[in-house]
């Protein structure tokens, strides 16, 4: 594709709801990364992939997020039991595949915990 | 763990004149890769310059050039000749492509052009 894409762009969600976002990679790409950006604030790694395989996941904050890549190129972030901590915008990137790679990141989406 | 440091949360330059944001990063490894990324308010992050950590030569991309110090750690990003579409938020971000995948992102500097 021409870019990474994310859906929805912005997301509104109750206090307790489970939510689910998107990310499309770059086609070809083999790494995709999860990154969470409060307001104000620099991009924050959440989880890594590589394929279908999540190598790293060293960045969910808690074990409410989940992460999959099951085949090897759409990812959803499922985040269960929303909090109002969790109100950020969410963006995704992928790469070639990773080490020297260079990132390309999505618009993001902007999920709003009420 | 590494961070990345930008000192200047909002900084301001008149359109046609240069401005320079600065970044520091902390790291005990010799090979690492550094960006600019630009994310303007519609939030799509842009690529804006690369720097590998090997290499002495500072990345030149048009208007935009770094000043890449490495015993100083620090690695600044100059904007020549600023555009109106030149405003946004500039992150400076470290990679480290040995031991991690991740970025590590400073808490970045919002620059305004003044027409």
């Known amino acids: 594709g021409a870019g990474v894409s994310q859906s929805p762009r912005y997301k509104v969600a109750k206090r307790g709801q489970d939510v689910a976002l998107r990310c499309d990679p770059i086609?070809?790409?083999?790494?995709l990364f999860w990154y969470q950006q409060a307001l104000g604030q620099g991009p924050e790694f959440l989880t890594y992939f590589q394929n279908e395989a999540q190598l790293d996941k060293s960045g969910l904050p808690s074990d409410r997020f989940f992460a999959e890549r099951p085949e090897g190129s759409v990812s959803t972030l499922k985040i269960q039991r929303t909090q109002q901590e969790d109100s950020a915008v969410y963006l995704c990137a992928s790469s070639q595949t990773s080490g020297r790679e260079t990132q390309y990141f999505g618009p993001g989406t902007r999920l709003l915990v009420l | 763990a590494q961070t990345v440091t930008q000192s200047q949360p909002e900084m301001s330059v008149q359109e046609a004149e240069t401005v320079t944001l600065s970044c520091t990063y902390d790291?005990?490894?010799?090979?690492?890769?550094l960006f600019w990324y630009k994310q303007p308010p519609s939030r799509q992050m842009i690529l804006v310059i690369r720097?590998?950590?090997?290499?002495?030569q500072n990345a030149t991309e048009n208007r935009f050039s770094v000043n890449f110090q490495k015993a100083a750690k620090s690695f600044s990003l100059k904007i020549s000749d600023s555009q109106l579409g030149d405003a946004a938020m500039y992150f400076c971000a470290y990679k480290d492509p040995n031991t991690g995948n991740q970025f590590y992102f400073g808490t970045g500097t919002s620059l305004t052009v003044i027409p």
């Open positions: 086609s070809g790409h083999v790494s």
């Open positions: 720097q590998e950590a090997y290499k002495q």
């Open positions: 790291t005990s490894e010799s090979d690492y890769y």
